[in-house]
């Protein structure tokens, strides 16, 4: 009997996670009941009664199993630790607690892996949400998948079934601030997608603010894609042009009209300060997210620190 895995990040998903749980043994029960399930919950050391009600879950259904984090290493990092501790044949990378992403598709995806498919992922076709949200989103997905190497459709997020060959070439992928929805197309395989509706969250709120959401978008950018570098050296070639162009009409008006300009340049040389610091500091900043990156890469740490697993046969490890 084959196994599929499905892992579940969490942080202070007291009003969300049984329904979670429920839903996924339903689906099992019901649809795929040749299979058996793995049903992973990675807590990012929540402070509410998440804990509490996985506990009993776990104590009365040994499929399912938790990794409870040393503090909270933010979602990505958490969810990749999560695959990387998965078991399954078939591994669905992120399974939503607030279930935005629909579970039901789950018999689908697995009927496209038996098909041979490795890599069956969702394209968010339809957002249920705000359109500035809505349109932010999509502009930065079309940026992501306009100048990276690895050929990924728009909306595609972690919501993906994979084969366990794409999860062990992910393992050998040493990145300490993992963007898994890219990994997988970069190890490569037969990949599909199918669309589906985006659902807006019934309970609770979400806890990926737009701080970490614009830290997530920018580490994307700098994984997988050479556009901040390939920005910054187009718009260094046009400044400079310009300014060339620029300085070449004011030679020409200093020599024709000299004697009309009481203090000629005095308002381009304060303007074009501003302008040249504030382009300065802005390519000192890209340069600095990649030198950040690097930075990341070197130390060489675990991508979290775990505190405890429960219904794991093996001892948890200090750092994954």
């Known amino acids: ?16 996670i049984r329904d979670c749980y429920e839903a996924i043994r339903g689906i099992f029960d019901d649809h795929l009941p040749g299979y058996r399930r793995e049903h992973l919950f990675c807590d990012n050391a929540s402070d509410d009664r998440t ?18 984090n040393a503090r909270n290493f933010g979602p990505l990092r958490n969810t990749y630790n999560g695959v990387m501790a998965s078991s399954g044949d078939a591994v669905l990378l992120f399974m939503p607690a607030d279930l935005q992403d629909p579970p039901e598709l789950l018999p689908q995806f697995v009927k496209l892996w038996e098909a041979g498919y490795e890599i069956v992922y969702g394209i968010r076709a339809v957002r249920e949400e705000g359109r500035l949200m809505r349109g932010i989103r999509n502009a930065y997905y079309r940026l992501l998948t306009r100048f990276s190497e690895v050929n990924v459709p728009p909306g595609v997020g972690d919501f993906q079934l994979v084969d366990r060959r794409v999860v062990e070439a992910m393992r050998h992928v040493r990145d300490t601030y993992p963007f898994m929805r890219m990994m997988t197309f970069e190890c490569g395989g037969r990949a599909v997608g199918v669309p589906y509706t985006w659902r807006q969250r ?29 920005f910054g050296l187009f718009a260094g070639f046009l400044i400079s042009a310009v300014s060339i162009g620029y300085a070449l009409v004011n030679l020409v008006i200093g020599l024709v009209l000299y004697r009309q300009l009481a203090e000629p340049g005095i ?54």
């Not at 009997?1 to 969300?16: A, F, G, H, Q, R």
């Not at 019934?202 to 390939?230: E, H, M, Y």
């Not at 390519?283 to 130390?299: K, N, P, S, T, W």
């Open 1 to 16: 009997m084959k196994t599929v895995s499905i892992v579940t990040p969490c942080y202070n998903e007291d009003l969300n």
């Open 51 to 68: 804990m509490e009600i996985l506990r009993e879950i776990a104590a009365q259904d040994p499929a399912v199993k938790i990794i409870v």
């Open 202 to 230: 019934k309970k609770g709120f979400s806890k990926n603010r737009a701080g970490a959401l614009i830290d997530q978008g920018l580490n994307g950018l700098v994984s997988f894609t050479t556009a901040p570098v390939r």
């Open 267 to 320: 308002i381009t040389l304060i303007v074009a300060m501003f302008f040249f610091g504030g382009v300065q500091l802005f390519f000192m900043g890209m340069i600095g997210e990649y030198v950040l990156a690097i930075y990341g890469q070197v130390r060489d740490k675990p991508v979290v620190f775990e505190r405890e697993r429960v219904n794991f046969d093996a001892a948890p490890p200090s750092g994954v």
